[in-house]
């Protein structure tokens, strides 16, 4: 049996299509909450009545901001890749999901927005912690990724909050 109700159960259960979306919505942050791939999956194919880059909370988070400040890495790819998820929204923070990655320190799921380009949107944005997209790569000594950044222009020069 599923954890979520489907569509025409949705629309029986909940015929007032408000109440159709909360529930949708309800369903996904559950599924996010334990990480779970799959799950997430049959949330959003199982209901339909919401969109991708609607938030979640008060602060404005998207399934793509709650997944990155998780480090989920597979639900990450699958939300931009497969879901269209925005790179790009912010939350009412002004920070991208890309930031709550950084902030969380969650150096795969920041790879994964360097993939998707979400770096050369703003390479040097500061987030709350000050630190670039830059920073955890070259204390990571992950090669390929820093010099990705640099070829890509990111400041050499940005310190974090310790002023490296």
Same mark, same amino acid.
């Given at each position: 049996m599923s954890l979520f109700l489907n569509v025409k159960a949705a629309e029986q259960n909940f015929p007032n299509p408000l109440l159709a979306l909360l529930n949708?919505?309800?369903?996904?942050?559950?599924a996010l909450q334990k990480g779970d791939l799959d799950l997430v999956k049959e949330?959003? /194919?199982?209901?339909?009545?919401? +969109?991708i880059n609607d938030s979640f909370d008060n602060d404005g988070n998207t399934a793509l901001h709650i997944a990155a400040g998780k480090g989920f890495v597979s639900i990450v790819k699958y939300l931009i890749e497969e879901q269209g998820a925005s790179i790009a929204q912010?939350?009412?923070?002004n920070r991208r999901p890309l930031d709550e990655a950084i902030k969380n320190g969650?150096?795969?799921?920041?790879?994964?927005?360097?993939?998707?380009?979400?770096?050369? /949107?703003?390479?040097?944005?500061? +987030?709350l912690l000050l630190?670039?997209?830059?920073?955890?790569?070259v204390q990571n000594k992950e090669k390929k990724k820093v010099k990705q950044l640099l070829d890509d222009?990111?400041?050499v020069h940005a310190l974090d909050r310790w002023k490296r």
């Open positions: 949708a919505k309800d369903n996904l942050h559950k949330a959003i /194919e199982q209901n339909a009545y919401f +969109d912010l939350n009412q923070n969650h150096s795969q799921v920041v790879h994964v927005f360097i993939d998707a380009g979400a770096v050369n /949107e703003d390479k040097d944005k500061i +987030d630190s670039t997209p830059l920073h955890m790569p222009d990111a400041d």
